[in-house]
């Protein structure tokens, strides 16, 4: 079955700290990989997209990982700020540009 | 460039009505997709269009269309609607430079959120 799951579900962490977000896949075939932000009542932004060559990321304080053997990607978010308060959503695209969508990660950072 | 917009931003409705949204993608682009956003299911993808033609289409049932003008905008209709339709309907346009896969960037609108009572 073509599906993404994300971990961890939500997480609270200090501002400026550090935080990993993970998201494993089963899709084939494999096209590319996208992390997007969604800030509460808006719609998501594209952080990041990665294609089966690439295996690391940056976009500012985001860094996305892929693992395309293992079928993992990681984003990790630098110094938090409070304004990394959102929704982090996976999404792999396969086959005929297909897609499959993670739950979201829920990031609470606190002062 | 102004981003993609949809109208409205909110709606009420009551079951068994019909429903039209409207997107106005990004000057320049496209290709438009719409998604289906609630907090149980998260993110769904309903249909793609380019060049008015739908391209690409998800797993709702046939209550659900969607056309998009030659100007590139685009609309999708709900029809007999349910409780369980109540949702944020995303749009999101991206140049759709050709080739596949695709890695154009998407860029999304702010919504429509739809409430069926």
Known sequence: ?111 | KAGVTQTPRYLIKTRGQQVTLSCSPISGHRSVSWYQQTPGQGLQFLFEYFSETQRNKGNFPGRFSGRQFSNSRSEMNVSTLELGDSALYLCASSLAKGGHPSTDTQYFGPGTRLTVL
């Open chain 1, 1 to 111: 079955k073509n599906q993404v799951e994300q971990s961890p579900q939500s997480l609270i962490i200090l501002e400026g700290k550090n935080c990993t977000l993970q998201c494993n896949y089963t899709v084939s075939p494999f096209s590319n990989l996208r992390w997007y932000k969604q800030d509460t009542g808006r719609g998501p932004v594209s952080l990041t997209i990665m294609t089966f060559s690439e295996n690391t990321k940056s976009n500012g304080r985001y860094t996305a990982t892929l693992d395309a053997d293992t079928k993992q990607s990681s984003l990790h978010i630098t110094a938090s700020q409070l304004s990394d308060s959102a929704s982090y959503i996976c999404v792999a695209f396969y086959g005929n540009n297909r897609l499959a969508f993670g739950k979201g990660n829920q990031v609470v950072v606190i002062p």
